[in-house]
């Protein structure tokens, strides 16, 4: 199953205390916690591009799975990591924060971070 697609968040849970805890400022919090980010993802093989749009913010990085990359974080600063790909699931570590995206079907992707035992889950559905 391919990646590549559209996908307009749904449902999250932890995102304030996940938010908190990476060093994220409260205003940030209050304006994040209730847009409706778009990622969009374009998979061609190991090669992918990922661009996360959260009102006027817009994160994008592009990386090979199982090759060094520098991805930006979420909040901001380049971070050398590498993505891993087993079946339907990446996951990659941030610095202290291990993110795991899993296409469960081909139109939901669940998006899990976690940083030791505080869980952000973010629930997005295809819409192209």
Same mark, same amino acid.
Request: net charge positive; charged share 20%; hydrophobic share 35%.
């Given at each position: 199953?391919?990646?590549?697609?559209?996908?307009?968040?749904?449902?999250?849970?932890?995102?304030v205390e996940f938010m908190k805890a990476i060093g994220l400022p409260d205003d940030h919090i209050d304006f994040g916690k209730d847009i409706k980010s778009v990622s969009e993802i374009e998979q061609n093989g190991d090669e992918f591009k990922v661009t996360v749009t959260t009102g006027p913010k817009v994160l994008s990085n592009t990386f090979t799975v199982g090759k060094e990359t520098e991805l930006e974080s979420l909040i901001g600063g380049k971070i050398k990591t590498v993505v891993h790909k087993d079946g339907n699931k990446l996951t990659v570590t941030l610095d202290k924060v291990t993110s795991v995206t899993? $296409? =469960?079907?081909?139109? %939901? $992707? =669940?998006?899990?971070? %976690?940083m030791g035992?505080?869980?952000?889950?973010?629930?997005?559905?295809?819409?192209?």
């Open positions: 199953m391919s990646f590549t697609g559209k996908y307009q968040l749904e449902s999250q849970e932890g995102f899993e $296409l =469960v079907d081909a139109n %939901t $992707l =669940v998006n899990t971070l %976690t035992n505080i869980v952000y889950k973010r629930t997005s559905k295809r819409v192209a």
